[in-house]
């Protein structure tokens, strides 16, 4: 698809995309789940390039979630091992086209390896301006939440003060998740099927609309992409009010 055929459809500012279907991929031609999440990543070298050329602010994508390490030994270092070849293989480019890299998630907890390489993306294009590239790894919208209110009570016992349930409100919590300067997502996408949240992003797809693609992640490439924008363009998004007449 040409990005001039594209170009007068306007952009979500933030989209975030539960990537899932690698296992089915895989499974369907006879491979092994690991060859469906290399097809993953790279499918997700083409939706990166393809949101940093055309204008998207903020891009979220589900690598992994905190309930993901209930697979097998095998699956789960595939998954990790592929994610630093990815950084080793991307990264110079992410870094020319400007891009962020942000890991979201209590993603210290990875392995050894993985963290490494993740941090040294992190290092090397933390001054780039273009777009804002969250990775969830090893992310639970629960765990965010839990962990919000942690930091929030650790802030207070830091300061020696004592935390009175007027002090909690909205916008406190929200500056103790994750990314806090990040806008929450326009457009939610999540590929394969499924109709769930899976634990993606609680605290902020309050007034997020959400597409369902049934396409499998190593097969959503750009037009599946500008398919899922075009059904956010027509929508009608009224954050509780009314329409305008
Ligand atoms: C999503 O694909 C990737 C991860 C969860 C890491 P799946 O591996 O869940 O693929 P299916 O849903 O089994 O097809
Ligand atoms: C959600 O997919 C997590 C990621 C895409 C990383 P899952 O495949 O883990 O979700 P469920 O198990 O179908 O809900
Ligand atoms: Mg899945």
Known sequence: MS???EKNIPMPEHIAIIMDGNGRWATKRGLPRTAGHSAGMNALENIVRFCSDSGVKYLTVYAFSTENWKRSKAEVNGIFKIMVLYIKKEIDE???K????????????IPGAAAKS???AVDRTKDNDGLVFNIALNYGGRREIADAFRKI???????????R???????????HMYAPDDPDPDL?????????ISNFLLWQCAYSEFVYSDVLWPDFGPEQLMDC?????????????????
């Not at 400007?98 to 907890?109: Q, S, Y």
């Not at 939610?188 to 769930?196: D, F, L, P, Q």
């Open 3 to 5: 990005s001039n055929e």
């Open 94 to 96: 992410l870094d020319r």
């Open 98 to 109: 400007n891009v962020r890299m942000c890991p979201v998630g209590a993603w210290n907890d």
């Open 118 to 120: 993740m941090q040294y």
């Open 153 to 163: 009570a650790e802030e207070y016992r830091a300061a020696g003060k004592e935390l």
């Open 165 to 175: 349930p007027e002090d909690i409100d909205e916008d406190l919590i929200s500056k």
């Open 188 to 196: 939610i996408i999540r590929t394969g099927g499924e109709k769930r």
């Open 229 to 245: 924008v075009k059904e956010f363009n027509g929508r009608h998004r009224r954050f509780g009010g009314l329409d305008k007449k």
